[in-house]
């Protein structure tokens, strides 16, 4: 990498680029020196390279916006050219709906302005095309309300400019400012408060308990904006070198911006009603999701020398280090731990990544990105940051009973992960108590997750070490064991070992799968029937394939046809299923697995996995396992995989089209044009060019012809996929929900008439042991409505966990309810009419019902 470039990339870094220079002005002044030097001869390269760094390392663009300064001053033709890409890009990024792009480049734009590259009239007049638009878009008559969260993007991208230049705005424009800030006070008032209860990551006993003074993102946005302006503009957070630089940036020229144009967003739906407008509301909310939910895991001591606003920067630090380099794991964890603050930030850098780790209806990247990030982090800081990260594992760990059904599952699998990268080395004897506990309560249930996820990640005998210190904890442990083979467990021969051990042989000496099948059909079926037949194969095969994942993948793929015979409709599939979770009953990952891979293969269907999941002996494991929930979550996954993989193929398919289209049209072209002229042939006049050359551009447009024929056969064979699978989709809905319908009306304590958790669990409670004027072990801002004084987890303090086996088993229950419609509700909304005929009625349970609407997004009082 060139010297400029590696200055430009390094400004702010302690870094050998830089030497023994350590403040901001002599990274500037380094860095203008060697860009002057390279101005003339790399001017195209410098600026792409430079407005690059500005998007991808934006807690830096203070330092690019002095330095574009600075290069304004000596060639205003180059940042000119700046200016105009920059606009062109921010064009962009609002025709694409780029959220990030958006809020980035405006930061960019607001350090020009204070570095006197920008007019301030420009950015004032993008601040007012930003609060026209979201008044427009709220208004009743003008606009459509459904697109809110567009219009609350406007007023936030507006808002969180102004850490970085609200002090230059008030010392030059100052009633410019206040107007911005009593506009958007207006714009406060008329805008819904829409209640987001299925993205709390806590769950609150009753909604109708939740305060009017809450807040949302936005509104808490302008308080600490609100809260700045009091504070006379100062933010530790941001740094300002520009003023450094003052008296030789006022003489540069300041360039003008131009205009830009928002997006139009879609109509009203032209019939309203709750199901169209919940609709067209759900697809704004995916096209502009709120950035940050917040989650105050610790103590505000923890964090109280923080201003507001210097909380709000830190994670837009944060945030924009995580979303840049995403895939780069140590360079992210650099990065995140040298941003140019002058104060120390190790909680409030645990709570940001944690609070995107259990973001909800997903986070932005994978979980095991933000795991990696965390391991990365204790390594560059031992001396802090793992310690933190045991403070909120504890922490979290008291509201565990609290905690959203999702975000229990993402804690649990990152937990685990956590551990086995550093010797499963935990304190366990403070955890010892949940033995006392019922096998029922949340604590219990996730210690005892916890380490069956780690024996997956290790072995037995190393997890039963790490548990020394509290010898109980072992009971906990999943079973010792491999395969249940159960044919010859009494150490007698019997006819079904005897079958087994022939089944074996034919194997072993690699028979064909017909001459199996034939087998089967001619001398084991019709003399012991289905079960016993079944039980047999299954067994036998699976013990095959149980040395490792590899044997078992091969088994499958060799004999799925013989599964594919015994069991081609939905009632054997399920026996099928229920053969495999017996074999392996003392191994959900080998039984999630397997049930997995035979979906996979088409060996059972998910509607056969559904029901096996229902079935009773499943529906009683729904409060104290994981494992039921991981094989359906496997299931429903993977059926939506399908259509999100056709969709892409198809939309693939599209573009191929249109280039082979364009490739036949001009094939054509060419053809018709040398068909058509006049060529000499034995000195006489022949329409047409010479003849070889003629023949190769026919077979050029024959192929080409061909090839447009070939995709099309393949766009309408995918889309018939598609359509297929869509209905597949809508019958597994159908069947899921369903089937929690049912079990819950069966198990809902009153006649199914409770109407919130808090009743749900005074049901069968004599005594709730809570004591109203306990402080919270951990406090949560409004915004995330965690109750202050919740129920207790069967804690050091209480001893005991008050909710009864049948209510916790609803509050488990309801929470996947709500787990699994907030995370498919993209693929649920197109048959949301066909579930609430069916199974949504009036004769649903209140519960159920609210639950799948929160999980929506829909109006808990449409429920």
């Known amino acids: 990498?060139?010297?400029?470039?590696?200055?430009?990339?390094?400004?702010?870094?302690?870094?050998?680029?830089?030497?023994?220079?350590?403040?901001?002005?002599?990274?500037?002044?380094?860095?203008?020196?060697?860009?002057?030097?390279?101005l003339d001869h790399s001017q195209t390269e410098i600026l792409e390279f430079l407005l690059a760094c500005a998007e991808q390392l934006p807690h830096k663009i203070p330092l690019y916006g002095t330095l574009i300064g600075l290069i304004n001053l000596e060639n205003e033709d180059f940042v000119k050219k700046l200016v105009d890409k920059t606009r062109t890009k921010f064009q962009d990024a609002l025709n694409s709906g780029d959220c990030n792009g958006?809020?980035?480049?405006?930061?960019?734009?607001?350090?020009?302005?204070?570095?006197?590259?920008?007019?301030?009239?420009?950015?004032?007049?993008?601040?007012?095309?930003?609060?026209s638009s979201a008044a427009t878009i709220v208004d009743e008559e003008k606009g459509n309300p459904l697109w809110q969260p567009c219009a609350d993007f406007y007023i936030t991208c507006i808002l969180s400019c102004l850490p970085w230049g609200g002090a230059e705005l008030v010392e030059q424009v100052p009633e410019e400012i206040e107007r911005l800030m009593v506009s958007v006070e207006a714009y406060l008032s008329i805008r819904r408060r829409d209640s987001?209860?299925?993205?709390?990551?806590?769950?609150?006993?009753?909604?109708?308990?939740?305060?009017?003074?809450?807040?949302?993102?936005?509104?808490?946005?302008?308080?600490?904006?609100?809260?700045?302006?009091?504070?006379?503009?100062?933010?530790?957070?941001?740094p300002r070198p520009h003023l450094s630089f003052e008296a030789q940036l006022v003489a540069g020229?300041?360039?003008?911006?131009?205009?830009?144009?928002?997006?139009?967003?879609?109509?009203?739906?032209?019939?309203?009603?709750?199901?169209?407008?919940?609709?067209?509301?759900?697809?704004?909310?995916?096209?502009?999701?709120?950035?940050?939910?917040?989650?105050?895991?610790f103590p505000p001591s923890k964090t109280e020398d923080l201003q507001p606003i210097d909380r709000f920067v830190m994670e837009e630090y944060l945030l924009d280090v995580l979303l840049f380099f995403n895939g780069c794991r140590k360079e992210c964890a650099s990065f995140m731990v040298g941003l140019p603050v002058p104060f120390r930030y190790e909680y409030l850098m645990a709570e940001t990544i944690f609070s995107q780790l259990l973001m909800l209806p997903q986070p932005p990247f994978k979980p095991i990105y933000y795991t990696l990030v965390i391991i990365d982090l204790c390594k560059a800081l031992p001396g802090a940051f793992p310690a933190v990260v045991a403070g909120a594992v504890r922490a979290l760990f008291e509201k565990i009973a609290d905690l959203d059904m999702e975000c229990r599952t993402r804690l649990i699998l990152w937990f685990s992960h956590h551990l086995s990268n550093f010797q499963f080395i935990w304190p366990w004897e403070e955890w010892a108590y949940v033995l006392d506990l019922p096998?029922?309560?949340?604590?219990?249930?996730?210690?005892?997750?916890?380490?069956?996820?780690?024996?997956?990640?290790?072995?037995?005998?190393?997890?039963?070490?790490?548990?020394?210190?509290?010898?109980?904890?072992?009971?906990?442990?999943?079973?010792?064991?491999?395969?249940n083979l159960t044919l010859g467990a009494d150490g007698t021969e019997n006819n079904e070992n005897v079958l087994s051990g022939e089944l074996n042989n034919m194997v072993k000496g690699k028979a064909p799968v017909r001459e199996i099948i034939s087998w089967i059909d001619e001398s084991v079926l019709p003399n012991n029937g289905l079960e016993v037949t079944l039980r047999v194969v299954v067994q036998t095969l699976l013990n095959i394939g149980s040395k490792s994942f590899t044997h078992l993948i091969t088994v499958l793929e060799r004999y799925g046809q013989v599964f594919a015979k015994l069991c081609p409709d939905q009632d054997k599939q399920v026996m099928l299923i229920a053969e495999v979770g017996s074999f392996w009953k003392s191994n959900t990952q080998m039984t999630a697995i397997a049930i997995d891979r035979m979906m996979g293969y088409r060996l059972v269907s998910n509607l056969a996995i559904v029901r096996w999941v229902f079935s009773l002996e499943n529906i009683e494991q729904f409060h104290t396992s994981d494992r039921p929930w991981e094989v359906l979550r496997n299931a429903v996954s993977k059926t939506y995989n399908r259509i999100s993989d056709l969709r892409k193929e198809i939309l693939s398919l599209k573009r191929n089209i249109l280039s082979a289209e364009e490739a036949a049209k001009q094939a054509k072209e060419e053809l018709d044009a040398a068909e058509s002229k006049l060529t000499l042939v034995d000195g006489e006049p022949v329409l047409g060019e010479n003849p070889a050359r003629l023949n190769?551009?026919?077979?050029?447009?024959?192929?080409?012809?061909?090839e447009v024929v070939s995709l099309q056969e393949s766009f309408e064979a995918k889309e018939a996929l598609l359509v297929r699978a869509i209905e597949e989709n809508e019958a597994l809905f159908l069947m899921l929900y369903k089937s929690f319908s049912n079990v819950l009306v069966e198990r809902l304590p009153e006649g199914s008439k409770a109407r919130s958790l808090h009743e749900l669990k005074a049901a069968e409670v004599?005594?709730?042991?809570?004591?109203?004027?306990?402080?919270?072990?951990?406090?949560?801002?409004?915004?995330n409505q965690q109750p202050q004084n919740s129920q207790s987890n069967g804690g050091k303090k209480s001893g005991a966990y008050n909710v009864g086996e049948k209510e916790q088993w609803c509050i488990t229950t309801l929470g996947y309810v709500k787990a699994f419609s907030r995370q498919y509700a993209a693929e649920i909304w197109p048959h949301i009419e066909k579930l609430d005929a069916e199974v949504l009625t009036e004769e649903a349970p209140p519960l159920f019902r609210s639950a799948v609407y929160s999980g929506l997004r829909r109006p808990i009082n449409e429920a």
């Not at 200055?7 to 350590?22: C, M, Q």
């Not at 809020?103 to 007049?125: A, E, F, N, P």
């Not at 131009?258 to 032209?270: D, E, H, K, M, R």
């Not at 190769?696 to 061909?706: D, F, I």
């Open 696 to 706: 190769r551009l026919k077979s050029q447009a024959a192929k080409a012809k061909e």
């Open 766 to 783: 004599d005594v709730m042991a809570v004591d109203p004027q306990e402080p919270s072990t951990m406090e949560l801002d409004n915004e």
């Open 1 to 38: 990498m060139s010297s400029w470039r590696s200055l430009l990339l390094r400004i702010g870094d302690k870094s050998p680029e830089y030497g023994a220079a350590g403040d901001f002005k002599d990274h500037i002044e380094t860095c203008f020196g060697a860009i002057r030097r390279e």
């Open 196 to 238: 987001d209860t299925g993205l709390f990551f806590f769950e609150k006993d009753d909604a109708n308990e939740r305060g009017s003074g809450d807040k949302d993102f936005v509104e808490d946005l302008y308080d600490r904006i609100q809260a700045l302006s009091s504070n006379g503009w100062k933010v530790e957070s941001v």
């Open 439 to 483: 096998k029922w309560a949340p604590q219990r249930v996730f210690v005892q997750e916890v380490l069956e996820r780690e024996v997956r990640l290790s072995y037995w005998d190393k997890v039963k070490q790490s548990v020394e210190n509290a010898a109980g904890l072992e009971e906990l442990l999943p079973p010792k064991g491999g395969p």
């Open 253 to 297: 020229k300041s360039h003008e911006f131009g205009t830009v144009s928002c997006l139009n967003i879609p109509s009203p739906p032209s019939v309203p009603s709750g199901i169209s407008n919940g609709k067209q509301k759900h697809e704004a909310e995916l096209k502009y999701p709120q950035r940050i939910h917040r989650l105050n895991i």
């Open 102 to 131: 958006v809020r980035i480049l405006m930061r960019l734009m607001t350090v020009m302005m204070c570095s006197k590259v920008l007019q301030l009239s420009s950015l004032v007049g993008i601040f007012d095309t930003f609060l």
